[in-house]
């Protein structure tokens, strides 16, 4: 039996997946992965996600260079949620150019921008 | 406007939460917020996480003790997924008795256990 047939799949055939900077310990990213996605993933060493708004399969950085080269790859105990550690390519993993995508904190009942850009989008996405 | 109407519910109305050691910086759980979970949260400085398969409120910590004390609540992004550094009381986050949900990771196509149980079950859940 194949690690993927342990996967409890979600109603739409979908994974949460968390990506964590090996180094920093830093929490990047959460997306989802499908079948293909972590099968991809696990084969290629390089984060693959399904994007739910291009209903598509998605490898990280195709884009914007900014792939995540996976060094682990953990399930948690009841088998819904994935974990990457990861090297984040250009210490950038948000779309915003910034290091993380949760950049907005909790502050006095507002969700409040507590880190910075590091590269202008437009500099990204050409 | 509240911070909670700034979070796209899903079609369950609901968001992804990670819990993150904040000393650590270990990935400790994935689970569930509802609006009244976030609410919780926030107010008493200590995870709420809504139960799927109990279908009601959660207190992280209400039978084991492992209570998550909230040092920082963070959004995505796309607002799709929380993120709570936190306190794990105990040192222990899952129902198995280890540090972290995430204790299998993936080696040579298989997930292998990595992580020791701290405490066995039996005592934690009396």
Redesign the interface.
Known sequence: M??LD?VPWNGDGLI?A?A?DAT????L??AWMNREALKQT?EKGEAVYWSRSRNKLWRKGEQSGHVQKVR???????A??I?LKVDQVGGIA???G?ES??????EG???VTVDPVLKDPSLIYK
Chains 1, 2 share one sequence.
């Open positions: 194949s690690f342990e949460a968390v964590q920093s310990g830093r929490v990213t959460v696990s682990e790859v953990r399930i948690d105990c009841d819904d949620a974990l948000c779309h915003t910034r995508c949760f950049f907005r904190k909790l009942g507002k969700w």
